[in-house]
Each structure stands twice: as structure tokens, then as C-alpha cells.
């Protein structure tokens, strides 16, 4: 367990031929030249080339660092926000600590931001939901947020899979059952996006995010003497699922089913109970169409999406058909069917078969099945299947009903927002999701 706060290096771009910015107050190189105002970045053969303001280049093999001075930030242009979901879109951001530009083999640059733990966490709280949320929840957050985080950076790194493509959780034949982690990304630690935590500079901290933080240092969720991996996903959709169902096979006991509400509510267990749970509309917290509360606490681009609690898609089946067959690589002919096989206890899918005239094919887990049915992310497996048909029988239509915007596991943004305006305490919020967990000071 970490006894003094550690820095964080964050993946602001990768894969950039160019990288576009601005120095706002001096920044120091390591042979102490000093650089401030617009400046461009580009690889070649290995090395990054700077060109400042002042028409003055430096260049540097592999990595330059540049030391924030007093005061001092940086801005990046076309920093990509939402990466391959429904939301993504490009903004001009700026970030506190001192920037790495790195060079890369195949001619591109990585920007990242390396700044301390406690100064990054006032802007993924801020990032990841309005800074105008109830204190408790924000305070929640940070305690949350810092104990993912320093989970992650306490345990063994993961290398990334070679193909991109998930991690295979020992597939048959015919399955294609992937899930995928906290991977080692290449020169930083997280990324700044929806894949590990969103983290969008410094534009969007308020007064009160950093009260959240600061009045809960170095305080993080432990169960048995570690710091939880402590996940998260914007609405459970009434419950919460079991974090065995989304990645790999070993059950974590604070990451488990809860009723996301006052009330109990029984796992789903069979198709049936599936349909009626994501037909109706329980009392959970997160099922809330209040504007104004809504408005308080997501950011405007989460507002975009106004159906979270319940939802609907409605594909052609040749429109869908054509998505499977960009996203797994096969032509299914004519799809006949979808048929659910096996699911978890908050009605998310674990197991999907795929039936066509051509193909058939078994898909898992969680994001895997979102990923293979929309053009971006389903917001959930937690659908239902129906549609039309024509004379013959021949589908002609595939409607999916669902509930929840995430994958589920952890804690439930929407509703621990609205848990912390009715009244209740950071701690308690916490606790309700994380059972059996612990707050620590860790340092």
C-alpha cells in the first residue's frame, strides 16, 4: 500500500502526425531554454521537432520534456474526447504539470501530462460529471476515483493484447467471448478518456470539486487491507452486475449485485424476469428524468443522451447485418436471429448467439456484445429482442429494448448523484455500492 501521493502520467494524444499547442507562462527544457507561447511538434526518424512562436526549433531523440514553471499551463488542440462511442467529439483543452511530448515509431507523437495524483483527480471528478453535483457525491467520487487509480498503479500491468481485439476468456468454437482490462498503455500510465477515466484539463474545475478532493486526500476504498479497483459506469439501469460478468472470471466480492434503490430488487434469472425488468420502471435512484437535477450533475454531452434508464434501437436488418458484418469480419447472409443465452443478474448479456443463413456466432462478454451490435457502443447489454417479419417469415426489422448506460459494475454515477441530493453522506454512498469496503487513509 502507497504511503505518499504519487505523480500520474496521463495519455492526453496519441497517434498524431502533428501536435498543435500553446505555452501559457514559461516552460523549461532540460537544457534550460526556456519556452513559452504557440508552438507544433512533429516525429521523424524517431525524434520530436519543436517549432515555437519565435520561429526557433528544438529538437530532441525520443522524448522532450517541458518543466512547468510557476503558474504556468499548457493547451492542446483537437484533444478527442468520447473515442468511439455515440459522443465523441474534439475540444481544445489545458492541463496543469508538465507536459512529454514522445516520438514514435511509425512517425507520430504522444502528448502526456505528468502531475501529481491529488491535482489529476480534480479534473476527472469534474471530467467525469458536472462540477456542480452535490458535495457528498463529488467527495464520493474522489475517494472512488483515487482508489481505481491507485489500485491500478499497485498492480502487476497488464500487457495489451496483440491484435486490439479484447482478451479471450477461453472460448469454444464459434464464440468469440473477449473482455478488456486496464491494459498497459504505451509511455503513460491512463488515458484521459472514457477507457480509463475521463480527465479534461483544468476548464472544467470548480471551487467545489476541489473542496472534494482536497478535504478527502489520500482517503481510499479498501477490502481486505488492498485498495478496491473501484469501477464505475454512468446508470445500472435499477442494478448493479457483477464485475465476473463483464471481465474475467474471478468474482470480487465489494464488485457485486446491488439494488440500486430504498428497495431490494431479485436478479434477473431467466428470459422472462429479463422482459419484465426492462419493461417496467422501478423506483431505483438512477431512474430520474429531472432536468434540473440532471442538468446539475452530467456534463452537456452526457445530457445528449436522454434516454439512459430505458431505451430503444430499431435496426433494418440489412443495416444490421452490414454493422456485424464490419464488426466481426463475417457475412451472416440473412440474419434470422438474436438470441440471448446467457445473462447476468442486472439483465445484462453475458452470452449472445448470432444466427444467420451464413454464420453463426457466440458473443461475450458485456462490451464485446455492444461493441459487435451499433456502429459506436450499444448503451447497454441489457436488451431485449424482438421485431417484424414479412409473409415469409424473413425478419425485416430487429427492435432492442434495454436498460442502463454502462457496463454496470460498481458504483452508479446517476444514481449516487441523486442518493447525494436526497440527503445521504459520501461515505454511505460509497458503502451502498462497495459492500464489505473500508475507507484508509493511504497517505
Known sequence: MMTEEPKIRVGILTGRRQVRGGFNGPFRLENGASVDGP???????????????????????????????ESSSFTLFGVRIGIRFHWEREQEQTFQGDLMLMA??????????ELPLE????????????????????????????????????????????TGAGR????????????????????????????????????????AVRDAVRSSRGICLTYGGEICDARYHKSCGGLTENFENVWEETPVPYLCSVSDS???????????????????????????????????ILPAFDRETADFFRWKTVYAREELEEILR??????????????????????????????????RLVVGKELEIRRCLSRSHLYSSAFIVSGDCD?????????????????????????????????????DILKHYFRGAALRRCY
Not at 448506460?405 to 441530493?421: D, E, K, N, S
Request: with cysteine.
Open 39 to 69: 508552438f507544433s511538434a512533429h516525429a521523424e526518424g524517431g525524434r520530436i521537432t519543436i517549432m515555437d512562436s519565435r520561429g526557433r526549433s528544438f529538437a530532441g531523440a525520443g522524448t522532450i520534456r517541458f518543466a512547468r514553471g
Open 104 to 113: 514514435r515509431g511509425d512517425g507520430a507523437v504522444t502528448a502526456v501530462n
Open 168 to 207: 479471450p476468456d477461453h472460448p469454444q468454437p464459434g464464440e468469440r467471448i473477449a473482455w478488456y482490462g486496464r491494459e498497459e498503455h504505451d509511455g503513460f500510465d491512463v488515458c484521459a478518456d472514457d477507457h480509463c477515466q475521463r480527465y479534461q484539463g483544468v476548464g472544467v474545475v470548480s471551487r
Open 326 to 359: 464490419e464488426k466481426t469480419g463475417l457475412d451472416f447472409g440473412v440474419l434470422q436471429r438474436l438470441t440471448p443465452l446467457e445473462r447476468g443478474p442486472s439483465g445484462r448479456i453475458v452470452r449472445l448467439e448470432i444466427q444467420g443463413s451464413k454464420e
Open 262 to 296: 430504498t428497495r431490494f430488487f431479485p436478479a434477473v434469472r431467466n428470459e422472462e424476469e429479463a422482459r419484465q425488468w426492462i419493461c417496467g420502471s422501478p423506483e431505483a435512484h438512477c431512474n430520474t428524468s429531472d432536468a434540473g437535477l440532471l442538468r446539475q
Open 391 to 427: 409473409p415469409s417469415g424473413q425478419p425485416v426489422q430487429f427492435v432492442l429494448e434495454g436498460a442502463g448506460w454502462g457496463h454496470g459494475v460498481g458504483l452508479c454515477q446517476i444514481g449516487a448523484a441523486v442518493m447525494a441530493a436526497r440527503g445521504a453522506r459520501g461515505e
Open 119 to 162: 491535482s489529476y483527480l480534480e479534473s476527472v471528478i469534474a471530467s467525469e460529471m458536472s462540477a456542480s453535483a452535490p458535495p457528498e457525491f463529488l467527495r464520493a467520487h474522489a475517494i472512488m476515483s483515487r482508489s481505481w487509480v491507485a489500485s491500478m498503479l499497485e498492480r502487476p500491468r497488464e500487457p495489451a493484447p496483440a
